[in-house]
């Protein structure tokens, strides 16, 4: 066994060698995307509206974006508290936000004396940005579950539907287990 994986390692560095000094290896010419498969917004426990994430980095040179909040997509109706953001650390959150997006995007309610603000689904938001060949955003999810008091992280990225946590026996089940549900 050794000696066959010498000669495997000998084969790949020869070859890699000869890729390297001699011209016909020369593979057609690559191209590098920038990129984030894990970001949080308000979905979850991020502490920015997507929009002005998503748009951070278009405006920074990415090439696609996944928000990948935990156990949830970016779909239906969610409203949060104006302060949500600024709990987590936002500075001038819906301030800022009206000032990129304006009064005719943003919805906001008074509820409880408090000010909410609906958060855009992927849907709507996702076609303000999506440009083919310069940037693309790519439904996700953290697929967040525990085994006993272990927190346990799967990202499911360029998903049709939401996966719900699958448990397991062990924190290797469990892993597995998610894995096999993406």
């Not at 920074?60 to 969610?78: A, M, P, T």
């Not at 104006?82 to 650390?89: A, D, Q, S, V």
Request: proline fraction near 4%; charged fraction near 25%; glycine fraction near 10%.
């Amino acid at each position: 066994m050794p000696r066959m994986l010498t000669t495997v390692v000998l084969f790949i560095v020869s070859g890699f060698t000869a890729c390297v000094v001699g011209t016909s290896c020369q593979a057609d010419e690559g191209h590098w995307y920038k990129g984030n498969l894990h970001t949080h917004s308000l979905w979850s426990d991020g502490n920015d509206f997507p929009e002005m994430i998503v748009d951070w980095y278009v405006q920074q040179g990415y090439d696609f974006l996944s928000l990948s909040d935990h156990n949830i997509l970016s779909r239906g109706e969610k409203w949060v508290g104006e302060e949500l953001g600024p709990k987590r650390g936002a500075i001038d959150g819906l301030k800022r936000y009206l000032a990129r997006f304006g009064d005719d995007w943003v919805e906001t309610r008074e509820k409880d004396g408090k000010t909410e603000i609906r958060l855009k689904t992927l849907e709507e938001f996702g076609p303000m940005f999506d440009k083919p060949g310069e940037f693309l955003m790519i439904q996700a999810e953290e697929i967040t579950d525990h085994f006993g008091s272990l927190p346990i992280h799967v990202n499911a990225n360029n998903i049709a539907e939401l996966i719900r946590p699958q448990g397991g026996g062990s924190v290797r089940e469990t892993i597995a287990n998610n894995l096999i549900a993406v």
